[in-house]
């Protein structure tokens, strides 16, 4: 078996730079599209915590009400999932530890063995009230912050606990009166997905056509870097499955949220099969032959993944993406290609096109039945 081209032929210093750029240079986008999905979240919670501020300063007359202000930010958060039962539990830990932290410091005052004291029994009380860790974890956390720090910094006695009420309260009202859409973050992390999947293909075809080992590697620094975005879609869909649970019939998506879970699961098992297939390439591209015919049917999958993605965007119809697939499908049969290195990469990418097929909305069967089959070369 050949091992390729040795990386040695380039200078490291020049490749480290090559892969540090590939690395910023993706995970720039990335970033960018998170804040754009997070843009809403970010400027809601930022107001809430604002207008509690504003609250407890001017209405109720409290000279320094940062616990309110912290308490609607800590509800609320910068993501997608405010279900109220997850905005009341914060609520619960914020204030409970805020009130457990100003009796324990009226009795006991400030110092590291009562910081230590207090955040083991205000996180007992805690677990004693309800089970949720985040409950637990905020009522530990506010706590140690009323003990620790001075009266005259934050303010004290009842009125840090009623500026964190007021914060609880506010973060409450901001989840029932303005829920966020998580279709719409669901459907882009989707085509985020869908659209690192075709990028990676598209460098993957042209380090094949070219048979260059350096661009075939970005493409695989590329696609390992990617598995941070689908994850987060997949993680997404699960909690805004469990979130509709709780919401009434009118406002429930679970149809539209169960494709994206399922198209979440796909995405990641073709991701893996191409990252199996930029390996495999790197091995044996300076002795694979038929390069531009493999680089041809990889820009073909490219195109698919990136038409899939904004069907996902748009909630558009999948099945008119199907016949550019089912061409590629007829086309891989193994025996029709030169050389055995050739040949297993037409293996693989077969499992690719059944995972893009599956992503259209045929089942595993359907789409391995699409395949030529690799004995009579008829389709499967």
Known sequence: MSNGPARADAPRRRFDVRRARVLVGARVGRGV???RSNAVGIISASVAAGIAYAIALYLVGHEVPVFAAIAAWVCLGYGNDRRPRKVAELALGVTLGVAFGEVFAHLFGTGPVQIAVVLALAVSVARLVDGAQMLAMQAGVQAVVIVGFSTTLLGGGVGRWLDALI???LALLTAALLPLDVRKRAQSLAAAGMAELAITAEDLARGIRLADPEVLNDALVRARGSQGVIDEWNTLVRDALEATRLTPSALRHDDLLARLQRASTLCDRAMRNLRVIARRSWSVSATM????????????????SRDIGVAFGSNAD?????????AVAGDLD???????QTQTLVVLLRSLVVDLLELTGMTGTQAREALIETDTGRPG
Not at 289 to 304: H, K, M, P, S
Request: proline share 5%; charged share 25%.
């Open 318 to 326: 999948l099945i008119r993406l199907r016949p550019q697939l089912l």
């Open 33 to 35: 599209r998170r804040l």
């Open 334 to 340: 193994p025996q029709a290609f030169t050389g055995w």
């Open 289 to 304: 032959q038929d390069n531009d015919r493999v680089a041809g049917i990889l820009e073909v999958t490219a195109r698919a």
């Open 167 to 169: 914060g609880g309260a």
